[in-house]
């Protein structure tokens, strides 16, 4: 049995924010006290990334509950950088949910409770706990969507969300139900026992976790939901959605697939899907007026790179895959958080309201232009270091045809990432130009993005090996 003190400390992460949800709860019944709900969600979270960073670097390897929850270096490397990400995400809200006093406590608490069921997720060793922090991270969003009182049409996106976020979840169930059903076991490497087995109710089980994983990451042809819930959101949960939710799907598949090595039938599945995804996510970007949208049909050309990494052998695959959630992540929040403020939130993010945006703000044109120069994957960003590691596996593993088809189709995001830029430095001033001057919150978490990504740029190595 292990000692108490130790399971306590190995779980010092989720302490943190569990103690920091029952603060909230506790700050939001106090109207005195509410002003303080950002600053204690930013202290809980920045406590809880800096406790995995520590317990990672004192090389902490404990199963808290053996075959349930364990933690390892690697593990909580992996837990403490999506936590850390979430800091800009609180720090964009500050903006949007304080400006008319509502929001204010719920948005901080919401995001924490997500996040406790995100830091599940890295260290869960059965599918119950892969499915229970899924779960505990979606939950909060659908409320999270339908805070964005500015947006007319919140209210409809996070119904859409809820309906397929719901029939992925059951789709997932059913899965992981036909997964023990063939293999009398719940935990995450019986999905690969069923990969292997060649009857019917083994496929059955994986295609069934697969396509509840693609539902929920936005791959084609499940991919309808992404655009008008990004749309419809505000711009922090839009970030938060984009970046650590379709992480989260990520981490699940990472520890579903862990020491797999895809064959068969399997390999058209993960090979099709999300080349398919690739292509149409770049292609309908091109056609996109708003910015949001189109960050939506981005994510969706992501979710087929990520994807694509399950192709190859399992070594290096996790390394791969977490390394680009991060840069992937870093970006897509350097690009809401430098976002102009805008009185009018439908406009805020349409392409002619950053018409001529260099010359307004030179300095929030420049943080949205290294984001798109990094989501593009031009060297020398750490876009390019993500996806090359990406294909390399996929090279490794013998496809070289998919490689190179998903290479072209990546070309194909070149021209509305450019575009954006060109928007901002080459265009006149449009009409719909925001005179809101920026806030310095939003501010602070571009920098900190700036920060992260240029880190990734220049020490790509040093996570890595931590990873």
């Excluded at 310095?440 to 571009?446: D, F, H, I, S, Y």
Aim: hydrophobic fraction near 55%; charged fraction near 10%; include cysteine.
């Amino acid at each position: 049995m292990m000692p108490t003190s130790e399971a306590l400390m190995a779980m010092l992460p989720e302490h943190f924010l569990l103690g920091g949800m029952v603060l909230l709860i506790l700050v939001s019944l106090s109207r005195g006290l509410r002003r303080w709900a950002l600053a204690l969600s930013l202290a809980v979270t920045a406590g809880a990334a800096l406790a995995a960073f520590w317990l990672a670097a004192t090389g902490t390897t404990v199963d808290v509950f053996p075959g349930q929850f364990s933690v390892s270096p690697t593990i909580l490397a992996t837990k403490g950088a999506l936590l850390a990400l979430a800091i800009p995400v609180l720090l964009m809200g500050r903006t949007d949910f304080a400006r008319e006093g509502a929001g204010d406590t719920e948005f901080p608490l919401l995001l924490v409770s997500s996040l406790y069921g995100l830091s599940l997720l890295p260290s869960a060793d059965s599918a119950l706990v892969l499915f229970l922090g899924l779960e505990m991270l979606s939950i909060p969003v659908y409320a999270l969507i339908v805070l964005a009182f500015r947006r007319s049409v919140a209210a409809e996106s996070a119904l859409k969300y809820l309906v397929l976020s719901g029939a992925a979840s059951a789709t997932f169930l059913m899965g992981i139900s036909l997964v023990y059903g063939t293999t009398g076991s719940m935990a995450v490497s019986a999905f690969g026992e069923a990969m292997r087995q060649p009857d019917l109710l083994a496929r059955t089980s994986t295609v069934l976790v697969m396509l509840a994983l693609f539902l929920k990451a936005a791959v084609v042809p499940f991919h309808a939901w992404a655009p008008d819930t990004y749309e419809g959101a505000s711009v922090p949960v839009t970030a938060y959605m984009a970046t650590l939710s379709k992480a989260a799907v990520l981490i699940v598949a990472v520890r579903l697939f862990s020491g797999v090595t895809v064959s068969g039938a399997s390999v058209e599945l993960m090979a099709i899907l999300p080349l398919v995804s690739i292509v149409w996510g770049n292609i309908a970007a091109i056609r996109q007026t708003n910015l949001r949208r189109m960050i939506a049909y981005s994510s969706i050309a992501h979710a087929g790179y990520l994807f694509y990494a399950f192709l190859g052998g399992a070594e290096g695959r996790s390394e791969a895959v977490v390394f680009y959630l991060v840069v992937y992540s870093a970006a897509n929040l350097l690009a809401f958080a430098a976002l102009p403020a805008h009185e009018d939130d439908a406009a805020r993010d349409r392409m002619e309201t950053l018409d001529g945006l260099f010359h307004r703000d030179p300095l929030s044109a420049t943080l949205i232009a290294v984001a798109m120069l990094s989501l593009a994957g031009l060297p020398p960003f750490p876009g390019f270091t993500a996806k090359f590691l990406i294909f390399k596996t996929v090279v490794a593993a013998g496809y070289g045809t998919y490689a190179v088809l998903g290479l072209v189709g990546s070309f194909l995001g070149l021209y509305f990432y450019l575009r954006v830029i060109q928007r901002m430095f080459m265009t006149p001033v449009g009409a719909g130009a925001s005179p809101a001057a920026a806030t310095w919150m939003p501010r602070v978490a571009g920098v900190l993005c700036l920060a992260a990504t240029v880190a990734l740029t220049i020490v790509p190595g040093w996570f890595l090996s931590r990873i």
